[in-house]
């Protein structure tokens, strides 16, 4: 079976979706891999490295499409919305095809890869177990996310993050609150700490308490109580704007007594929730920085722009958008583990698993023989229910 790695067409766009040092995991399972020319040099992994491995170049986009039997992408059609569509062509029915599929975007983009006939398995959608774990690109991306924000927010800042005694007097340690307590937001609190910063954190999950505090955060509790704080799967659930009123109102005093904000709270399929008002910017001190990292989920801030950093009262609010992107070297090397891990657990004996039972396939299959065959989608989506086999 033959691998093919596009070049990433999504403007900006510089991580790649396999890195050299998975080329021999993927030979050894019986895998070939051709990639295209320069896939990797924006990441920092020059077409040299890929021979050396065993990979084949190839010179364009269309003959690493043709020639694949299995696409791995980054961003494919989905969630790349700029670009992504000049893929479709190029998709065709036997083919399979791996990546970010933004499964709960557009009904009408992932019918459209429905109709090429292509199998597809949205990284998305990748269960939360342990087995699932190797093979968790959302994970692995807001790992890099949580990190890089604190960076930005580190760089913009017109403090320094730790505490110094100096011949020169005392400097206090920065105060960074960070609003939701998933991958990222703990990244963020690692990171944060780490520099130095004193570090508090909110989530509306009782559950992230733990994790907060044994990375040495405090944890702000607030005197409300979310509805089923969490699914079945881990995430965060939506709650209705009462309780949303209620928790900006409760976090302004926090909000108000930091340096840098770092908010990561989002519920999959839904506009992230406003957890901080223009009025809540105005209370902060001048100089302080926000890293919205909700931006193109709508953003927890009020003031937040995707893709721009909007100065209001003095106040920063960085609405960076695939923040991931901008590590690109490491950011590739872990979604490229990822995507060996689930590859090799996908195609057995030279064969595809795309009918099987098994929870880690079936959650992540999204269209098949021109159906969109993913449980999740169709119910979100409010499509009838499949009744064919594989349909669950
Ligand atoms: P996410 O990116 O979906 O959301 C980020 C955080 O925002 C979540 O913690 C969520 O609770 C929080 N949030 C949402 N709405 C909020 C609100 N109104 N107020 C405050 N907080 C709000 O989350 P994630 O990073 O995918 O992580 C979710 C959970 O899944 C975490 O507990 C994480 O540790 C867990 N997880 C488990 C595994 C595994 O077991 N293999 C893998 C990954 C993540």
Not at 104 to 130: D, H, K, N, W, Y
Not at 202 to 214: F, L
Not at 330 to 353: C, E, I, P, W
């Amino acid at each position: 079976m033959i691998i093919g790695v596009p070049k990433e067409s999504y403007p900006g766009e510089r991580r790649v979706a396999l890195v050299p040092i998975v080329i021999p995991i993927l030979t050894k399972a019986g895998f070939e891999v051709v990639v295209e020319a320069s896939a990797g040099a924006g990441a920092g992994y020059p077409d040299a490295l890929y021979t050396d491995k065993g990979a084949k170049i190839l010179p364009g986009r269309a003959d690493v499409f043709a020639q694949a039997d299995i696409v791995v992408q980054v961003l494919c059609y989905g969630s790349n919305d700029v670009t992504g569509e000049a893929d479709v062509p190029l998709m065709r029915r036997g083919q399979t095809l791996i990546g970010f599929l933004r499964p709960l975007g557009s009904i009408e983009v992932i019918q459209q890869i429905a109709q090429t006939g292509v199998t597809s398995f949205a990284v998305e959608f990748m269960p939360r177990t342990t087995r699932a774990q190797s093979m968790d690109a959302l994970s692995s991306m807001g790992t890099i996310c949580g990190y890089k924000a604190v960076l930005l927010a580190g760089v913009t800042l017109p403090k320094i993050f730790p505490m110094l005694t100096t011949a020169a007097g005392t400097i206090t340690p920065a105060r960074v609150f960070v609003i939701g307590a998933g991958v990222a937001g703990l990244q963020a609190i690692a990171t944060a700490r780490r520099l130095g910063a004193v570090v508090s954190a909110y989530d509306m999950r009782p559950a992230a308490k733990e994790q907060v505090q044994s990375l040495g955060g405090r944890f702000v509790e607030l005197p409300i109580e979310a509805k089923d704080a969490q699914d079945a799967r881990g995430y965060g659930t939506a709650q209705d704007e009462s309780f949303y009123a209620k928790q900006r109102e409760l976090l302004s005093r926090a909000v108000a007594d930091s340096d840098v904000v770092i908010t990561t709270a989002v519920v999959p399929g839904k506009k992230a929730p406003v957890l901080i008002t223009a009025d809540m910017v105005k209370q902060m001190a001048p100089g302080s920085v926000i890293v919205d990292l909700a931006a193109e989920r709508g953003g927890n801030c009020e003031l937040t722009q995707a893709g721009k950093i909007v100065v209001e009262h003095d106040v920063r609010i960085i609405g960076e958008i695939n923040l991931a992107s901008k590590v690109p070297y490491h950011a590739s090397q872990m979604y490229a583990r990822n995507l060996a891990a689930f590859l090799t657990y996908l195609v057995k004996d030279g064969k595809l698993r795309a009918n099987s039972d098994d929870e880690i396939i079936h959650e992540t299959l999204l269209t098949r023989d021109g159906e969109i065959v993913n449980a999740r989608v169709r119910q979100f989506f409010s499509l009838p229910e499949l009744v064919a086999q594989g349909a669950k």
